[in-house]
């Protein structure tokens, strides 16, 4: 075998995922994924499609009596089949989450530095004061004096308190964050901070990265590639800069023109909005779920469900019209014309 045929272990690989919840909901379906070390994979989608019960689902982390099957590949080991003790040991030192509400994830009672010292002292069984020292340093790292390990969370602001939350996930030395809408209840300003903070220790520390967000805007300029979600599936995944600017699935398509773009007023005026609501995962339309909102949707759409395919180099999407030149037929607007030339 030749030296270039040799593969390394990609950081993180998904395959044919699917999360069905005990009540029945379908939160999850056939998702595959891959990150490697350094790269920087966002996932968008509206509320509702998954991509939270994505995140949970890739640490064991939901309620029992979910149904989860596939593969989730950490460094080449399945998290599905792994003992508890070593998803335990998996949740901080292999992969680590940051999550939206930081106020709710601190324990309000107990100072910041004990909070970011615990994983480290359970994980490395350094001792307390180690590990209190260690946590200082990655306040600093996070753009925190050292001092800030006294405070309690209400001492701090919503961004110091979400720095605080990148700290503790840094703190067993994770190959993957995975966060979790992290900057969407702050400001316009500390949102920029926080993002530029996670790209910059992501890079520095040759981390991988997952970010969610409903915001294709944020995600297609923090992460390299973009995966969008609708209904439990990815339906594109591509260059996140060419997903953002000329997605091909008309779902994403509709995603990225519903936000404003910097120097580009008319799209403030004129976002492509969707009408109605993503599906109830516990009672999903046959065919292509995106049918019932489709603007460009065929007669057949209503009952051929579709897989992801070639979109065009390194790009990827489930829509009928979509072929490995892109979009086969003009998509928003020009139903018509797609459907007499299909
Ligand atoms: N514990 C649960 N039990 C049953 N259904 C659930 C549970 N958690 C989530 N769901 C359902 O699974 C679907 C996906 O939810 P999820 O939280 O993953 O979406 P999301 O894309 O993260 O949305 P948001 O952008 O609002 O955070 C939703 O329909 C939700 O109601
Ligand atoms: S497959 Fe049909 S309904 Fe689904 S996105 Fe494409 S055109 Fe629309
Ligand atoms: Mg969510």
């Known amino acids: 075998m030749s030296t270039t045929s040799i593969r390394k272990t990609p950081l993180l690989q998904v395959r ?16 595959d994924l891959e990150v490697d070390a350094g790269q920087k994979l966002g996932i968008a989608g509206e509320s509702g499609c998954g991509k939270s019960t994505l995140a949970l689902a890739l640490l064991r982390l939901l309620p029992v009596g979910t149904k ?38 601190l324990n309000a009672v107990h100072r910041i530095g004990d909070q970011i010292a615990e994983p480290i002292v359970l994980h ?83 981390l991988g990265l997952i970010m969610i967000s409903h915001d294709l805007a944020v995600l297609s300029d923090t992460c390299d590639r973009l995966a969008v979600m609708y209904a439990g599936r990815v339906v594109e995944h591509g260059p996140a800069s060419e997903v953002y600017e000329n997605a091909t699935h008309p779902y994403s398509k509709a995603l990225s023109g519903a936000f404003p773009r910097i120097g580009d007023p008319a799209s403030r005026f004129a976002p492509r909005g969707l009408p109605g609501d993503p599906p109830d995962p516990s009672a999903l339309p046959a065919g292509c779920t995106f049918h019932p909102r489709c603007p460009v949707a065929l007669d057949s759409c209503a009952t051929q469900d579709q897989e992801l395919r070639d979109a065009g180099p390194g790009r990827r999407a489930a829509c009928v019209l979509v072929g490995p030149q892109g979009v086969a037929a003009p998509v928003l607007p020009g139903a018509e014309e797609a459907r007499s030339t299909t």
């Open 16 to 31: 044919d995922l699917a999360v069905t919840y005990a009540g029945g909901a379908q939160a999850v379906r056939g998702v």
């Open 68 to 105: 989860v099957t596939g593969e989730i590949l950490l460094n080449g080991e399945d998290v599905l089949t792994m003992k508890w003790g070593q998803v335990r040991a998996v949740r901080w030192a292999g992969a680590s989450i940051v999550f939206q509400g930081a106020m709710h994830s």
């Open 124 to 206: 490395s069984k350094a001792s307390q004061a180690t590990a209190r020292k260690r946590a200082g340093e990655l306040l600093e790292q996070v753009g925190l004096p050292a001092a800030r390990v006294d405070a309690y969370p209400h001492e701090l602001s919503g961004g110091q308190r979400q720095r605080v939350m990148i700290a503790m996930a840094l703190a067993c030395d994770p190959g993957l964050i995975i966060a979790d809408e992290p900057t969407t209840a702050l400001d316009v300003m500390i949102q920029a901070q926080i993002l530029r903070l996670i790209e910059q220790l992501v890079s520095e520390q040759d």
